[in-house]
């Protein structure tokens, strides 16, 4: 176990987590905390030995020279970082890695062992899938917990998916186990535009973030960013007939469905998240 020397209490801290591979679909989700990382200015607090759990022959270990000219090799790994936002309610504690080859269950009771030392009162797990799901519509973002209490508090539904699962399916399995309240957010990625990065889906995955923890999610460019997408995708399906077709009849799908975007609800969260904003600018 790893034990933390000289870290201050951490107030009420979140554990939100993603991994690189089946369950990050254009990297949306390893996006989420690699933005939550930059813009929070996260600290890293501790590494899980890449040795135990990859495969070097599936996830390679990278060597490139750093701006001194020194060579360096960066290995696969996991890593935790510590949040801790000016006048927030809560401190955050994030994991961001790569989905482990080998050693699965000892991976994920190694997480939430560092989870209980850091007194961790919500395990939050983000992910992404592709979809059909038309680019030119918000990206649906569904969400499930694993405990009924929380599910009730916010509206989610316990998840009923059944089907070959990956790490973040086990971690929220074992959450439940050992009695850790715990979410799942997963951003639906069009399946036809696929390659990475997706900005629209990263955003769509923090704004959920920002209700979820009640409190203001720096976006940074990502709404730019999502336009700019949005526009490149645009643009090449317009130079394919039947990608263009294809996206109308998802449009008009999506269209005939009671969008959750346009409702009282949605239009109250985006108030809310005015209203945070607004907050934190004027402190």
């Known amino acids: ?43 890293p607090l501790a590494d899980l030995d890449s ?3 990859y495969d070097y022959q599936v996830n390679r270990p990278h060597i490139a020279t750093d701006e001194s000219g020194v060579r360096q090799l960066s290995w696969p790994s996991t890593r935790l970082y510590v949040a801790r936002i000016p006048l927030a309610p809560r401190d955050v504690i994030l994991v961001q890695g790569i989905e482990p080859n080998m050693k699965w269950q000892q991976f ?21 899938l592709l979809s059909d799901t038309p680019h030119t519509r918000p990206v649906p973002v569904t969400g499930t917990s694993t405990d009924i209490k929380v599910g009730a508090q916010l509206g989610l539904e316990p998840s009923s998916y059944e089907g070959p699962t990956g790490i973040v399916g086990v971690l929220q399995e074992a959450c439940m186990r050992f009695g850790i309240p715990a979410v799942s957010l997963w951003a639906a990625v069009p399946h036809y535009v696929s390659q ?23 976006i940074g460019d990502l709404v730019e ?54 907050g934190v600018e004027e402190r």
């Open 51 to 53: 040795e135990e759990y």
């Open 196 to 218: 990475p990065p997706c900005p629209k889906a990263t955003l769509a995955l923090l704004r959920r973030v920002e209700d979820l923890l009640d409190m203001s999610v720096p």
């Open 108 to 128: 994920v009771r190694e997480i939430l062992g560092l989870a209980a030392e850091l007194d961790v009162s919500m395990v939050v797990t983000l992910g992404a």
């Open 1 to 43: 176990m790893i034990e933390f020397d000289g870290l201050p209490e951490l107030v009420d801290p979140v554990l939100i987590a993603a991994f690189e591979g089946w369950n990050d679909a254009g990297d949306s989700a390893s996006g989420a905390i690699g933005h939550l990382c930059e813009f929070w200015d996260a600290k």
């Open 225 to 278: 960013e999502s336009r700019a997408w949005e526009i490149g995708v645009d643009e090449l399906a317009a130079e394919d007939d039947e990608v263009g077709e294809y996206v109308k009849q998802l449009e008009e799908a999506r269209d005939t469905v009671d969008l959750p975007e346009a409702s009282g609800e949605a239009i109250a969260r985006e108030f809310e998240r005015y209203l945070r904003r607004r």
